[in-house]
């Protein structure tokens, strides 16, 4: 008997001491699954994968029947996804108030997931091809203009020599000149438009785990473009985070224009001149259909592998986080 006490003393000592693993907490969680036991392990100085992956388990159990004669899958479903948002919404709140970032993103990421709502998704692509036409638009103009000062050079050189090919090299250099002046008016216009265009995309942002991830990070992070997963996404594409020339992580060379900090498009002279392709095409229509696209058809990988990219690149811009995904 005496021992049998020991033995359960020892035991309920166990249970009640605070939690500081990861083990802990899951034991402590599958007694007491209340969200307020929740917030405790959330706030806990466990890992961020540990916190992931216990209320990944958490979220996981179908609520229970609170009516025995209830047989119908579809309510037991919706109620469960109804108990499992109304605990998720709770824990972003709280969350949000004590300012724990990454674990409220997290968070909206399964609020997400578990709403699987089309017009959310809709808008999350279009805010990406938005900001990715944006910077191509921007860094368009950054490129002629360089190539406008380089052509006024060669002009000025040319204008002394009376050589025929050389009169004929600068009437060329004359029509390039032309054209890239064209084409900056015509981007000059095409930018404030397209500037409305994100600001009414941004302002209808959907009032949703999604719309309020993209506020919350461009609001608490700046430089919220240069996170690990799009740095490796920009040097994998070919852009300037595979090089040491640093022209993502500063301002491009612009005037007036947001948009001039993020990574490379197709329209960047510094990849351009790099990979020694000669100078970039003009172009009838603003912005590349390779860019617009997130993944290009004839890219040779699975309709999977796209798939797991363009979420990737979703959570990337939207919640922050590669790990997500």
Same mark, same amino acid.
């Given at each position: 008997?005496?021992?049998?006490?020991?033995?359960?003393?020892?035991?309920?000592?166990?249970?009640?001491?605070?939690?500081?693993?990861?083990?802990?907490?899951?034991?402590?969680?599958?007694?007491?699954?209340?969200?307020?036991?929740?917030?405790?392990?959330?706030?806990?100085?466990?890992?961020?994968?540990?916190?992931?992956?216990?209320?990944?388990?958490?979220?996981?159990?179908?609520?229970?029947?609170?009516?025995?004669?209830?047989?119908?899958?579809?309510?037991?479903?919706?109620?469960?996804?109804?108990?499992?948002?109304?605990?998720?919404?709770?824990?972003?709140?709280?969350?949000?108030?004590?300012?724990?970032?990454?674990?409220?993103?997290?968070?909206?990421?399964?609020?997400?997931?578990?709403?699987?709502?089309?017009?959310?998704?809709?808008?999350?692509?279009?805010?990406?091809?938005?900001?990715?036409?944006?910077?191509?638009?921007?860094?368009?103009?950054?490129?002629?203009?360089?190539?406008?000062?380089?052509?006024?050079?060669?002009?000025?050189?040319?204008?002394?020599?009376?050589?025929?090919?050389?009169?004929?090299?600068?009437?060329?250099?004359?029509?390039?000149?032309?054209?890239?002046?064209?084409?900056?008016?015509?981007?000059?216009?095409?930018?404030?438009?397209?500037?409305?265009?994100?600001?009414?995309?941004?302002?209808?942002?959907?009032?949703?785990?999604?719309?309020?991830?993209?506020?919350?990070?461009?609001?608490?992070?700046?430089?919220?473009?240069?996170?690990?997963?799009?740095? !490796? &996404?920009?040097?994998?594409?070919? $852009?300037? *985070?595979?090089?040491? %020339? =640093? +022209? @993502?992580? /500063?301002? #491009?060379?612009? !005037? &007036?224009?947001?948009?001039?900090? $993020?990574? *490379?498009?197709?329209? %960047? =002279? +510094? @990849?351009? /001149?790099? #990979?020694?392709?000669?100078?970039?095409?003009?172009?009838?229509?603003?912005?590349?259909?390779?860019?617009?696209?997130?993944?290009?058809?004839?890219?040779?990988?699975?309709?999977?592998?796209?798939?797991?990219?363009?979420?990737?690149?979703?959570?990337?811009?939207?919640?922050?986080?590669?790990?997500?995904?």
């Amino acid at each position: 008997m005496i021992q049998l006490f020991i033995s359960s003393a020892i035991m309920f000592r166990i249970l009640i001491r605070k939690p500081k693993t990861a083990e802990d907490w899951h034991t402590h969680l599958r007694r007491d699954p209340r969200p307020q036991r929740m917030l405790k392990c959330l706030l806990s100085d466990i890992s961020f994968s540990d916190k992931r992956t216990i209320l990944y388990a958490y979220l996981k159990p179908c609520v229970q029947r609170k009516h025995k004669e209830v047989q119908n899958p579809k309510y037991l479903e919706y109620m469960a996804n109804a108990r499992k948002q109304s605990k998720l919404l709770w824990l972003e709140s709280k969350l949000d108030d004590a300012g724990h970032l990454e674990i409220v993103q997290f968070i909206r990421f399964a609020l997400f997931t578990e709403d699987d709502n089309d017009s959310d998704k809709d808008w999350c692509s279009r805010i990406i091809r938005a900001d990715i036409k944006a910077r191509w638009i921007v860094q368009r103009e950054i490129y002629l203009n360089e190539e406008i000062q380089a052509l006024h050079k060669s002009l000025s050189l040319l204008s002394i020599n009376t050589d025929a090919a050389i009169s004929a090299a600068a009437a060329e250099a004359e029509i390039q000149l032309n054209a890239h002046e064209k084409e900056l008016q015509y981007l000059n216009y095409v930018y404030w438009a397209h500037k409305r265009h994100i600001w009414l995309l941004e302002a209808g942002a959907p009032v949703s785990a999604a719309g309020r991830a993209y506020e919350a990070r461009r609001k608490h992070i700046p430089d919220w473009y240069l996170s690990e997963w799009l740095r !490796r &996404d920009c040097a994998g594409r070919g $852009g300037c *985070c595979g090089r040491g %020339c =640093g +022209c @993502c992580e /500063r301002a #491009r060379n612009t !005037r &007036d224009r947001e948009w001039h900090h $993020g990574h *490379c498009t197709s329209a %960047c =002279g +510094c @990849c351009v /001149r790099t #990979r020694g392709c000669g100078r970039a095409k003009e172009v009838e229509v603003v912005g590349s259909e390779e860019d617009m696209d997130m993944l290009p058809d004839d890219c040779g990988v699975s309709e999977d592998c796209q798939g797991l990219y363009v979420n990737r690149l979703m959570v990337a811009y939207i919640w922050g986080y590669g790990g997500f995904v």
